[in-house]
């Protein structure tokens, strides 16, 4: 039984530190060959339905300029003011 806290205790730091090693490189993501955000997906069922965005942050850039805080909330805004384009994903320059 003395074994089992050993390997929990490898394995939390393996774990931390292979996290630290290989977020760095995933810094460097190409986010423009992502697929466009699937509006359809977060238009609401009932006319008359608020559309439930997520107080999720995955920002999202519109050619606007304006970052907004994730699909949803640039989906809402598309639909809202019918000139709002997608950019890329992330936050705006």
């Not at 050993?6 to 939390?12: D, K, P």
């Not at 997906?41 to 608020?50: G, L, R, T, V």
Request: glycine share 4%; with cysteine; proline share 10%.
């Amino acid at each position: 039984m003395a074994a089992f806290p050993r390997i929990t205790i490898f394995f939390l730091v393996f774990s931390t530190l292979t996290h630290t090693v290989f977020s760095g490189a995933l810094k460097h993501r190409d986010f423009s060959k992502w697929p466009k955000p699937p509006c359809k997906m977060y238009y609401p069922m009932e006319p008359d339905e608020d559309y439930p965005c997520p107080d999720v942050p995955a920002y999202v850039c519109a050619t606007n300029g304006h970052t907004y805080k994730n699909e949803c909330f640039f989906c809402v805004a598309q639909w809202e003011l019918n000139n709002v384009e997608f950019h890329k994903y992330g936050k705006c320059d």
